[in-house]
Each structure stands twice: as structure tokens, then as C-alpha cells.
């Protein structure tokens, strides 16, 4: 299963993961 | 070899005019077919045509009955096991999947009476402290991609992308203008200027309660998050109380619109304790920056809902964001509210279920626009805000909490591509017109078949 989130956002958004990283609930996936 | 080299005469000749003529039409066909494969392929309505490409062993895969051999695993791992086999059994599958047995629920996994349920386990409270940072992730995998959305095009992996429309849908032609987003002036709830205390049904209750922070003498409210000082909020999991009703909305309006586009249904959700619904609520809208008791322009609001509920447009230094979040067999299979936001409405995609391992997910193109999924759309602080979850051959059944009429995985022939049918919560929230979410609210989740 997958989860697509597509989001607004401001143009300095900035993820803070990298591709292939292992997330939990509640990790930070990025912030202005 | 090298006498025939040297000494073998040279003798030109021309080539008869139709073996050059078949030459240049091999050439333009072979360029043609290319560009067929590269472009996008359109209707007779300008919309992308979703069709099954990718290898020849994909093609094999598509051919099997994935949807019937969803369901029968589904049923066969809603068996209720025997009692003394069910620890053995769950921790061989913790073994072979890395489950952590550690943050489960129920440390005694007699408990689960199938495998069927220890996959949808719930963890520990606490078991997954919250980030205060605007975006958290919504479940426990691995971030498959990410990166920022251009010219309505979502990037699957590095070079195959799919259409933001074909994921989405688009909106039905001639639908009615949405409904102001905004309630002009809610009785029930007043937010005084300093922000400090809302009052909801009379009641005062500090910002700190709502949106979390400091300790309060105020009266407490399930569903509201509670952090400590220094270690983050803990997880929410808010069950929703009430049941989804789904209607149609207006016979003859749904009565025109084109079989490609589905049926419009309206799915309200009625509260059972309005007053923790509202401070749910203005939890949320506070979070979202929305001072749902203060006069919004009318115009402004709609031109923000219009442009919001798309995902097309966005607001003057801003730009549209997607990533796309894989949970492998062995994770916890809950998702949660990855900010604070608003439902405002749900489409069900029916569709295949192939496996959306990276593997597939480097050879199939479209595979998140072919396999069922179910749309949530709606706005957050900084606009249109969307979440998918799209299923996959072990897990077809998406669950949301909040919208018990949804059934995905059912029996029957699957619609064309692109088709969908549409639920709106304009009812859930009385202050928010859609369904009100926490960060890291538990929304639903994927279940065996």
C-alpha cells in the first residue's frame, strides 16, 4: 500500500527526508 | 580477410526507388511509435488516456484476476486462528516482516484472532511522539519520492510520471459552484482578539487546550492534543463517533452527469457530542490559522475554495508539493492526519490492485492512477491539501474512519479508468464545512484483501 500526499505550499517548503528513508508516524517530513 | 578487404572491387549502384521509399516509411513509423510511447495519449475530450504500460511480464501480471485473488486473501486471513498457534504464528510473521512486537496494542497477541487483525494492530499510545513541524508523515514506510509538482504532471520515479487530473480527478463539468467555505458568524463559538481563549457552547476554554501547549484548569475534551513540555505531542487516535450517510445529492443532477464521471454522493457525519466536536474543531481551525468567528469576505473565500479544491491552482508564491510514501507488509497499516486540515470531499477510484513495491513502481507506468485508491481532498493553512492512499494487491480494503459508506475492493467488474464517485463532508463540522483533522489524527487505514 501507498500513501500520495499532494500539497500547496509555500515556495520555500523544504522536505527534510531523503528518497528511500524509513518514516514513522509523527516524523517530520518538512516545514517552511 | 584482409586480401578481401583490400582487393575486392568496390561497385556502386542505385537502389531501385521503392526499397528507399519502404526505407523512410520504416524510419517515420518507428519514430512514431517512439513518440506514441513517450507522449501522452488523449481522448476525444482532451483527458489522458490511463492504460496498462510497461514491460511484457507486467502485461502477464496484468492479466491475472488480481482483485478476485485480493479478496480471497482478504477471507483467508480473516480466519479466525486457533489460540495456541497465534503467537507462534503472529511472531514468525514479525520475524519474516520486522514488526517491532514491542509497540503493539496488546502484548498478549492471543489477543488478535486472526492474522487479518494483527496486521491492522494499533500501536501503543505514545508509540509514535508527533513532530511540530507543519508536515508530519501520515504512516509508518518509506519515503519512495518527493519533490514539487510541475506542469500538472507528478513524477513516479525518475523519468515516468502521470497526470495530477488522471490522480485527482477532475471536476465534473457543469458542477454547481461549491458553497462558501467560510461560516460568517457562528454563535457557537467566539475567538477573542488576543487569541488567548475561545469560547465554544459557553464555554472558555484556553488556546493552550486547543491547539496544545501548556497545562489548563480549563475543562478537558477528548480528542485534542495533549503534549508534554519536552517531548512532543503523542499520537491521536480520535475514534469518530456518529455514522456516514451517503445520499444522493440531487437525482437529476446525478442523473446527468456522464457515466465517466461517476455518481455524486453527499456523506454527512453526524457528531453524538457536538461540543467536543466543535473543540475538535476550533482546534483545528485554529491550527489552520482560520478565525472561524470573524467575517470572511464571501467573494475571497469562494475564490479560495474554487482554486483550492482543484490542486491546479496555486496561491502567488506558492507551488504544489507530493510525496509518495510506501508501507511495506510488515508496518504498522494505520494512517494518520499528516497536519492539521479539512476534508472536504473523498473520490473512489475503482480500479486494479497491482503491487506498488518500488519494484513495480519502476516498471509500470501509471500504477498510482490504475489501482484503486480513494482521493481525500481538501485545504490546509497554505491552501489545496490531498491525500491518497492507494491500494495494492495484499491490501485492496482502505478504510477511512470518518466515512463508514466507503466500501473499495468489492465484487464486480471495475468502471474505466478515471472514474470515480464522489462523497462531500460539507456536513461533518459546523464551523469548518468539511471534516476537521489534527496532526496525526488517525484517519483509517489499509486492511488484508
Known sequence: ?32 | IVNAWTETPTKWYPLPLAVGAILLVAIQYRKKVKRARQEVELNEDGLEVIKLRGPWHVHVIGALPLRNMSRLWGYVNSLELPVWIRPYGFRLYAFAFGCNLDEVEHADLREYPSLGAFFYRRLKPGARPVDHAILVSPADGRMLHFGRITESRVEQVKGITYSLDALLGIERPGSPAPLPVAVAHNRDMEVVDDHEFAIVNGIEYSLDQLIGGTSSSTPSSPGTRTPSSDEGSTLVNRSTSGSSTATPSEASDADDVPKKFGAQTDASVGPENMEETLVHDASVALQMGVKPALEIDVKAALDRRRSVTSGKHVRPGNALFFSVIYLAPGDYHRYHSPTAWVVEKRRHFVGELFSVSPYMAKRLENLFVLNERVALLGRWKHGFFGMVPVGATNVGSIVVNFDTELRTNIRGRPPPPGTYTEAVYSGASPILRGQPLAPAEEMGGFRLG
Do not use: M
Request: net charge negative.
Open chain 1, 1 to 32: 500500500s501507498t500513501i500520495v500526499l499532494v500539497f500547496e505550499a509555500p515556495e520555500d517548503f523544504e522536505f527534510s527526508v531523503h528518497a528511500g528513508q524509513k518514516v514513522r508516524v509523527g516524523q517530520r517530513l518538512g516545514d517552511i
